[in-house]
């Protein structure tokens, strides 16, 4: 058995910690794919500013377990975008559906 160390990030703001795990994506990369990137980011949904540091951490840990998308809690994700996180949509990658966020 094998378990996955969350990330911890911390947003700018509200200087709240989150922990972050790995969200398994259907689709791999959806930044690849213009389509599926517009309807992967969630249109009016949350955005977490966070560090320089936290950003470029984020993107080391997403490279590392090849998905472009983390959460906090298993219900909602998130996706770099610039230096914020903000929130996406698994679902647009062809997840099967009832399974929003499967953790990796």
């Known amino acids: ?22 969200v398994r994506l259907a ?7 213009p389509d599926v990137w517009r309807k992967f980011i969630k249109l009016g949904g949350r955005v977490l500013p966070i560090s320089n540091d936290d950003t470029e951490r984020v993107r ?21 975008n610039g230096e914020f996180l903000a929130e996406c949509v698994p679902e ?8 929003a966020v499967a953790l990796t």
């Not at 058995?1 to 509200?14: A, G, H, Q, R």
């Not at 200087?15 to 795990?21: C, M, V, W």
């Open 1 to 22: 058995m094998t378990t996955t160390e969350p990330l911890t990030v911390t947003n700018l703001v509200s200087r709240k910690a989150y922990s972050l795990l790995p």
């Open 27 to 33: 689709c791999g990369a959806p930044s690849k794919h």
């Open 60 to 80: 080391m840990y997403m490279r590392q377990h090849g998905t472009e998308a983390v959460t906090p809690d298993g219900a909602i994700a998130f996706t770099l």
């Open 92 to 99: 647009a990658c062809g997840q099967p559906e009832g399974v």
